[in-house]
């Protein structure tokens, strides 16, 4: 009363003025009206066991009602938000989470999270539905984006840099993190977006709407999904763009980059579970730059080729291992680091499907090479250059190191399997070949000179 809480009351759910008295009703439907200096009261509160009786004939919140604090239905039900989370009748809905606004709409009460969603239902006992959420106001029917800045489009040629296409209604400044969940088409250019982060989901929730982000005269885009939650963005190169890929464990980016003809893709990725293609058309180029990590990611870089002086790791996530696969030429200062959990039963891997024109470098921990359609019957190891032979002729020579593998010292394996010359390490606890395709293949041995 007057900012002051009132110590003699608890679970209060309505109040009321009939005209003369001010009343209360609890969370068991019992009501009091303040009368300080009726007998028999209590501390001011009368009747002292309260009444059943409805003082004044309630009326339910009206269809197409949407309010930050109380809803009561058409059977005096009072539903409210408190912590996040919805109320009815003031006791909390544990399986709701980040609620921020109710509505009330033919006979249903509807929740919307921070992340725009909504779930309804028509009685306390039912459950909220739909399961992933709608991001459809259900009174006005605009998306919604709760409290985030999200991606609404259908201005200005889809541009980002137009207002009208930002939930916010305004242009992202650096340093933010915004939310592409609806589908639909971006267009970026230049460093428009430099230093915010693009995720194509919110929270827990998948989309199942592809969108779509075009690149062009020199953008930098950050981009990627958050946890728990899955997308499958296309993102197209024109020019010489910049693209961070990032994948917080253990969500699910789904990613297709397509490179135009003569296009070029500066690229850092840290991508954990998900999968990646990148698409190359004639006179692309694919650069790595700094150390692109994916752990139990699945990554095909179909490209004509692959430069850069960066690092690219495959690693395990959980029983997920990193495997990729390279179509096109590979520059002498690209590196790869291969790893994996020998715990979890399996092995990272790399496929190169053009061993004569891969020059990059190998480091092999629980891992294994398949130089695809190679063919070789002997093999020579100095200075950690790898040169296979057939016969007396050399083939192909790769820079290769192994590492350890559960802190003990390991050696390379080089054998003759069906498909191509197969690179893998053998250590404790015994050898990562028999995960190469085709399994464990004709053991090499080591090239005698004349």
Known sequence: MNGTVDPNTAGVIEMAFDGTHVWQENNHDLWWS????????????????????????????????????????????FWGIQNGKVTVNDVADN????????????????????????????????????????????????????????????????????????????????????????????NLSGGNLAGDTLLFNAQSQDNSNSPTVNLSKGAALTAGTSMQGSASPTINVSDTDTLDLVGTYPSGLDATVNLN????????????????????????????????????????????????????????????VGRMEITGAVGDAVSFNLAADPGRDNASGLTIDQPADFHGSLNLGWSYVDLKGLTADSYDLKNDLLTLYQGSTAVASFDVTTQPV?????????????????????????????????????????????
């Not at 509160?45 to 009326?59: L, M, Q």
């Not at 409290?147 to 980002?160: K, Q």
Request: glycine content about 14%; cysteine-free.
């Open 95 to 186: 399986t709701t989470a980040g609620v921020i606004q109710l509505a009330f709409e033919n006979g249903r009460v509807y929740q919307e999270n921070d992340a725009g969603l909504w779930w309804s239902k028509a009685t306390p006992s039912d459950t909220w539905t739909p399961g992933p959420g709608s991001p459809t106001d259900p009174v006005t029917s605009a998306t919604t984006f709760g409290t985030m800045n999200g991606w609404v489009g259908g201005h200005r040629g889809n541009s980002a840099t137009a207002p009208a296409n930002w939930s916010a209604g305004t242009v992202p400044s650096p340093g933010q993190t915004l939310y592409m969940i609806r589908g639909g088409t971006m």
């Open 34 to 77: 303040w009368q300080p200096s009726t007998p028999g009261n209590y501390a001011g509160w009368f009747p002292s066991s309260g009444t059943t009786a409805v003082p004044i004939p309630f009326t339910p919140s009206g269809s197409g009602t949407e309010s930050t604090f109380i809803i009561l239905d058409n059977s005096h039900n």
């Open 406 to 450: 559960n802190n003990a010292p390991t050696s390379l394996v080089v054998e003759q399997g069906a498909g191509g010359v197969m690179l893998s390490v053998s250590g404790q606890p015994g050898g990562s070949d028999r995960y190469q395709p085709g399994g464990v293949g004709i053991v090499l041995p080591v090239h005698a000179s004349v």
């Open 261 to 320: 003809a003569l296009s070029h893709l500066i690229t850092t990725d840290n991508m954990v579970f998900g999968s990646l293609t990148v698409n190359g058309s004639s006179g692309s180029d694919l650069t790595v730059a700094g150390t692109s990590n994916f752990g139990g990611t699945t990554v095909l870089l179909n490209t004509p080729q692959v430069d850069g002086t960066g690092t690219i790791s495959l690693d395990s996530a959980q029983s997920a």
